[in-house]
T-cell receptor, first 113, second 116 residues
Framework: DQQVKQNSPSLSVQEGRISILNCDYT??????FLWYKKYPAEGPTFLIS?????DKNEDGRFTVFLNKSAKHLSLHIVPSQPGDSAVYFC????????????FGRGTQLTVWP | DVKVTQSSRYLVKRTGEKVFLECVQD?????MFWYRQDPGLGLRLIYF???????EKGDIPEGYSVSREKKERFSLILESASTNQTSMYLC???????????????FGPGTRLTVT
């Protein structure tokens, strides 16, 4: 049973606009959430994370929002650039599980000029 | 800079062959992980290890085994390869003692395995 869900397999956005990628989770014991970006034929790379005690974390063009009551987080990319086209994975961590991350299935973001 | 390397980028094997995928990390990380990535299914955890000679099953361990004889090296073994094991295999590592609270995983470049 998937504990982290990304319900949109794909998203298409025009360059310069905002990209919003969504993620839902079911386990209230998760204490950290991470976003990874993956280009074809490469391994995923870490993008940004947020602790469960915060509701927002910002790093340049990337901002992650956490709504604990709704068990929902989102990644905002502003402004979107063609180089942002990649698969984005949401992941969650539970402190007691030896560093294991629970991944969503990913969302393919395409940014067109 | 953390570096995770995988022994091959591309591999073609025949059904029934025994296949070894090797992963090496250079940051003295305690935790190592093997995933497979398939279209529409995301990253699925096969096995992970939190110490030398220790291993834990992930979500899809059937048909696979692992070996961790040294801290820096984690091997994935397909005992008898089958066509449904054709996939992208990704290795990752992370540290229990990192200064960050999130156990950020560092991934290798992946091995594209084709079983014919």
């Amino acid at each position: 049973d998937q504990q982290v869900k990304q319900n949109s397999p794909s998203l298409s956005v025009q360059e310069g606009r905002i990209s919003i990628l969504n993620c839902d989770y079911t386990n209230s014991m998760f204490d950290y959430f991470l976003w990874y970006k993956k280009y074809p034929a490469e391994g995923p790379t870490f993008l940004i994370s947020i602790s469960s005690i915060k509701d927002k974390n910002e790093d340049g063009r990337f901002t992650v929002f956490l709504n604990k009551s709704a068990k929902h987080l989102s990644l905002h990319i502003v402004p979107s650039q063609p180089g942002d086209s990649a698969v984005y994975f949401c992941a969650a961590q539970r402190g007691s599980t030896l560093g294991r991350l629970y991944f969503g299935r990913g969302t393919q973001l395409t940014v067109w000029p | 800079d953390v570096k995770v390397t995988q022994s091959s980028r591309y591999l073609v094997k025949r059904t029934g062959e025994k296949v070894f995928l090797e992963c090496v990390q250079d940051m003295d990380h305690e935790n190592m992980f093997w995933y497979r990535q398939d279209p529409g299914l995301g990253l699925r955890l096969i096995y992970f290890s939190y110490d030398v000679k220790m291993k834990e099953k992930g979500d899809i361990p059937e048909g696979y085994s692992v070996s961790r004889e040294k801290k820096e090296r984690f091997s994935l073994i397909l005992e008898s390869a089958s066509t449904n094991q054709t996939s992208m295999y990704l290795c990752a590592s992370s540290s229990l003692t990192s200064g960050r609270a999130a156990y950020e995983q560092y991934f290798g470049p992946g091995t594209r395995l084709t079983v014919t």
